[in-house]
């Protein structure tokens, strides 16, 4: 079922190799028949089957970034790991190009699942999965619709049909701006229909960014124009389609997240721009729940919403590998 892909066989990561893995690339499809493609990495010298995760995030960077870099980290502490490109992004197939949806992306975790589960040196019975930024918030569905999931990490997540629908910090939650963001959508679907291609939406602001510009914008860019830069990434070039994004606005993912009986540890940074998505998303997932006991919400003191992407010594890996062990 999966498409023939040429896939980049080189080092192009935007973090160094470790030697303690091995790494490969993999493919497996989703229900939609997109294929999509993945790096694996295997601790070395691994015996028997192992407990899996599957990584994905953030919104609209590539595996070659933070995703990458937390599965080879999970790797090293003893977890068979797969970080992946979306449908429609990276190495991935799906056309048109820089698309995203409430539903296919969250068949892309579950089809991740699929793939884990049938490895022969993975115990499908041990499979948990991280998403980060506004793939924590995906991860959250995800783990509300799959049963085969064990465990989730949010980290720095986003939940990215709020920040649509209201816009951010719920500055723009109300009836007439959301009408007329969606008259602004249609007109642009029109327009890209008569020219037969998508317009971009921009990506991250170039180096330097001005002076005046937020905290989190001029956070974002350093990321994804600066130390971690990378030519498939659309957050480090010209962004997503203009309507890429536009299905979110109505479609809320985390309605049944007070549902979710498998274990879930939320990771934000104090000073992060964002960080009031986690602390919602874990108050809506624990009120009223009768799940609510292996439930987490974590606080990294003085974190921006950037350094859960690559900082190694914010991002509380020791944290996430106990997390991993004790719910699996």
Sequence with gaps: MSETLELIQEWDKTFA??????????????????????????????EGKLPAIAVCGP????????SGLYAQTMAERGFLTIAFDPSFTGESSGTPRYMASPDINTEDFQ????????????????????????????????????????????????DM???????????????????????????????????????????CLELPVPEDAPFYVKDYSEYYKGRSYHSRSLNSNGGWNKIGCMSFINQPILKY?????????????????????????YKDMTTNSKYADNKELMIIPNAVHTDLYDNMEVIPFDKIEKFFNENF
């Excluded at 959508?185 to 990506?203: C, P, V």
């Design 111 to 158: 089809a991740a699942i699929d793939f884990l589960s049938i490895q022969e040196n993975v115990d499908s019975e041990k499979i948990g999965i991280i998403g980060i930024c506004g793939w924590g918030g995906m991860a959250l569905n995800v783990a509300a619709l799959d049963t085969r999931i064990k465990a989730t990490v949010a980290s720095t997540m986003y």
């Design 17 to 46: 190799k470790s030697e303690k893995v091995n790494h490969s690339k993999v493919t497996f499809h989703n229900r939609y028949g997109m294929t999509l493609v993945a790096d694996m990495y295997v601790p070395k010298n691994a």
């Design 59 to 66: 919104f609209g960077a590539v595996k070659e970034q933070a």
């Design 257 to 281: 997240s007070n549902e979710i009986r498998s274990a879930v540890l939320v990771i934000h940074g104090e000073k992060a721009h964002s960080c009031y998505f986690s602390k919602d998303a």
């Design 161 to 203: 049909t709020r920040v649509n629908a209201n816009g951010y910090f719920d500055e723009e939650d109300n009836e007439e701006t959301r009408y007329n963001n969606k008259v602004a959508l249609n007109a642009q679907r029109i327009t890209d229909y008569k020219n037969g291609s998508y317009e971009l939406g921009g990506g």
